[in-house]
């Protein structure tokens, strides 16, 4: 492993408050469907905190609206202490900031898989072409896909396309990542080797919020999960405490019929 | 059969040159006016996207005929707008045929490219937009790239229909292929050899723009 940082160290103390994303009373409607319900939750530096819950309680929802790929109705949401803008030049730039990995990849299909990873700092953040194609390669050999570099995406497999994936989100050197269900389209036996990238990151102290059907990876890296239901959030617990003794009855529910077999 | 063809009298290659001419320059300016024009009709500017609709919409649903007399007739005569030629017949009837095609033509090539656009997956720009690109960079970088190699044959059709259509030139004394080819029936009364020989002359041009354009669209096509 080499030692490539991945964590942005706080440039100078004063500004490093203690929460890094805020959100504060989000309601979002899909048409009649009331998708987020007043949603007030705060992310730690340095947490990993895992939302799980059943199909459409809005987790993706609320996972894709903290860097505003969903647009939401009511509240507001704060990253390093900057409410979120709108629209334009402030909204890319704090989208350079927040990593995010999708269920689907989403790796750009007529690009390589070094094009992709060293896309976003040089086209966003104007950086050094050598200097990024280091770090791109660095980053790749640490989630194991070094040698395939310059393959096309669809000549990989589901695994590698998302390892490619994450390194594409690190090599911005984001302040936090978002992960949306990363292992939900994957094989089976692939989906430890992208779980691995992500505990490790954790342990590296990276700031994220893992929308996640993994419940072993929630019980193992999380600080906290998140547990939502129809739009709210109906439990917000240590990860021993919620799988152990859930208190809602919803949360209880739930986790019978996963635990179950 | 064909003893009337007296190349000293009918300058039949110079002809066609001119018809290889206004496709070259009309195609590219075509290519560039209808990319514009596709950005404009996705973009998440109202007013662009008003205008590029209200564009496509009127240059598509008028005849060609009329918007190439209308660049000969209302650019120039009414409005002495010369192109840059001082007047000149010859370059001024080209350049105004050029931008009459270049007008029409990339109506379809804007339409050609939103249906590429449609083909991209939302998901490459999300990704693009989560990585903090602006607007025109997830569409110049990461969103056109990939049209445009889906709608490599869409686009080789609108460009041999382009081909044929700077036969319209004529209309406004543009000495083309089918300039030529009314002079030559005029003065030699042989009605289907002259048009034969015309015919074969567009199949020579068209024929491996097609050929190259489809093994082009199988060669360039974004696998995923």
């Known amino acids: ?261 | 059969m064909f003893e009337f063809l007296d190349l000293e009298r009918y300058d039949l290659f110079g002809a066609f040159w001119v018809t290889v001419q206004l496709t070259f320059y009309s195609a590219l300016g075509s290519l560039i006016w209808g990319t514009v024009l596709a950005a404009m009709r996705v973009s998440p500017v109202p007013i662009m996207r008003a205008f590029g609709t209200a564009y496509v919409h009127l240059f598509r649903n008028t005849p060609l005929t009329l918007i190439i007399l209308a660049c000969s007739q209302g650019l120039y005569f009414t409005l002495q707008f010369d192109m840059g030629t001082g007047g000149d017949p010859e370059p001024l009837g080209f350049r105004l045929a050029v931008l009459g095609f270049v007008a029409y033509t990339a109506t379809f090539v804007c339409e050609a490219l939103r249906s590429g656009i449609n083909t991209v997956p939302v998901g490459q720009a999300e990704a693009a937009r989560a990585l903090g690109l602006n607007f025109s960079q997830v569409l110049r970088l990461i969103v056109l790239p990939q049209a445009f190699r889906s709608v490599v044959a869409p686009l080789a059709n609108v460009l041999i229909a382009l081909t044929k259509n700077t036969t319209i030139a004529s209309a406004i004394g543009v000495a083309e292929a089918a300039a030529l080819m009314k002079v030559m029936i005029e003065n030699e009364a042989q009605l289907l050899p002259i048009a034969a020989i015309f015919a074969f002359g567009f199949i020579v041009l068209v024929l491996p723009m097609g050929l190259f354009l489809g093994w082009l669209s199988k060669r360039v096509a974004v696998k995923r």
Do not use: W
């Open chain 1, 1 to 261: 492993m080499s030692e490539t940082s991945l964590t942005k160290e706080p440039e100078d103390a004063s500004h490093a408050t203690e929460d890094l994303v805020v959100l504060d009373s989000v309601n979002k409607h899909f048409g009649a469907l009331h998708v987020l319900q007043d949603i007030n939750l705060t992310i730690k530096r340095g947490e990993v905190v895992v939302v799980i819950g059943p199909s459409g309680s809005g987790k993706s929802t609320l996972c894709r609206s903290i860097n505003r790929l969903e647009t939401i109705d009511a509240g507001t949401i704060t990253i390093d202490g900057d409410p979120l803008p709108s629209e334009g030049r402030e909204l890319a730039r704090l989208r350079a900031d927040v990593g995010m990995v999708f269920q689907s990849f989403n790796l750009f299909a007529h690009k390589t898989v070094l094009e992709n990873v060293m896309l976003g700092p040089i086209k966003v953040r104007k950086e050094d072409k050598a200097e990024v194609e280091t770090r791109a390669r660095a980053l790749l050999d640490r989630v194991g896909v070094g040698n395939q570099a310059d393959k096309y995406p669809a000549q990989l497999s589901g695994g590698q396309q998302q390892r490619v994936a994450i390194a594409r989100a690190l090599a911005m050197q984001p302040k936090v990542m978002l992960f949306d269900e990363p292992t939900s389209a994957l094989d089976p036996e692939m989906i430890n080797e992208v779980l691995e990238v992500m505990q490790q990151l954790a342990a590296e102290g990276m700031t994220m919020v893992v929308v996640t059907h993994e419940m072993g990876f929630a019980r193992s890296a999380a600080n906290r999960v998140v547990f939502m239901a129809d739009g709210r959030i109906v439990e917000e617990a240590d990860p021993h405490q919620f799988f152990d003794n859930p208190r809602s009855d919803r949360a209880k529910d739930f986790l019978s019929k996963i635990l179950a077999h």
